[in-house]
């Protein structure tokens, strides 16, 4: 998976170190040999439609409206993982999308975390909790994790929202990762178990426009920081451990 780093992000926040970058890259790499001991390769697409085509045709997966060409304006600041097996089929996707805010939760109360037109909150039929630290800055929001069945309990849950993550750190250095849960996965403790977040905490309950349904819906984010030093935590994960520096 190759990438070049690039500069586009807040002039506030700067890149991560040099110390740091060679860290995250070990990490990169270490992850997409694990993924090709199941002959399985990974890109980085930045054509959405392709993802919007490959969750529509599985049986179950959700198109996240932040993903979806036809609600959102998708720009070269968004990208997505396509994982593909030895015949040439996509079989994996995770995507992130960097947004330049003062406010996390400004994008919730305009809608313009999903859409591109915004749904304005209605402060009658949905509460918002704001997190314990004001997310703020360039802010990572990830989303559209799905594997196919056949590849499931392989690890690529687990590496996915890790591998994604590093990637957006190389080139973006966002200043914090985010993502959304329902309150069953919030409290399961996959957030932490499988996708490395620190911090989970109630944002939203009432209407949650993506799905036009009630929903109690949770905040997980982490720092700049942190996402660096999660990334040791691979080495050590009881069920799918990354090491770059284990033995060949």
């Not at 002039?11 to 040099?18: K, L, M, N, V």
């Not at 993982?81 to 939760?105: I, M, N, P, Y």
């Not at 819906?217 to 799918?240: Q, S």
């Amino acid at each position: 998976m190759s990438e070049t780093r690039v500069a586009d992000r807040t002039a506030s926040s700067p890149p991560i170190s040099d110390h740091d970058f060679a860290s995250v890259q070990r990490y990169v790499d270490a992850i997409i040999d694990k993924m090709a001991e199941h002959h399985l390769s990974v890109v980085i697409e930045r054509d959405f439609l392709a993802l919007y085509n490959f969750l529509k045709s599985r049986r179950g997966a959700f198109v996240y409206p932040t993903f979806n060409p036809y609600e959102s304006n998708l720009g070269r600041e968004s990208f997505w993982l396509r994982v593909v097996d030895a015949d040439g089929a996509t079989v994996a996707s995770h995507a992130q999308r960097v947004f330049v805010v003062d406010d996390f939760c400004s994008l919730i109360r305009s809608g313009s975390l999903w859409f591109a037109l915004g749904t304005p909150m209605d402060p009658e039929r949905t509460e918002l909790t704001a997190p314990g630290q004001a997310l703020s800055g360039c802010i990572a929001h990830a989303g559209s994790l799905w594997v196919d069945p056949e590849h499931r309990k392989k690890g690529l849950s687990v590496w996915l929202p890790y591998l994604s993550r590093l990637a957006c750190l190389r080139n973006y250095s966002p200043d914090f990762f985010s993502a959304l849960v329902f309150e069953k996965m919030a409290t399961s403790g996959v957030r932490a178990k499988f996708y490395g977040y620190p911090h989970v905490e109630p944002i939203l309950r009432g209407f949650f426009p993506p799905t036009g349904t009630d929903e109690h819906v949770f905040l997980c984010y982490m720092n700049c920081r942190d996402a660096i030093d999660k990334i040791r935590l691979l080495a050590v994960h009881p069920e799918y451990p990354v090491d770059p520096d284990a033995p060949a």
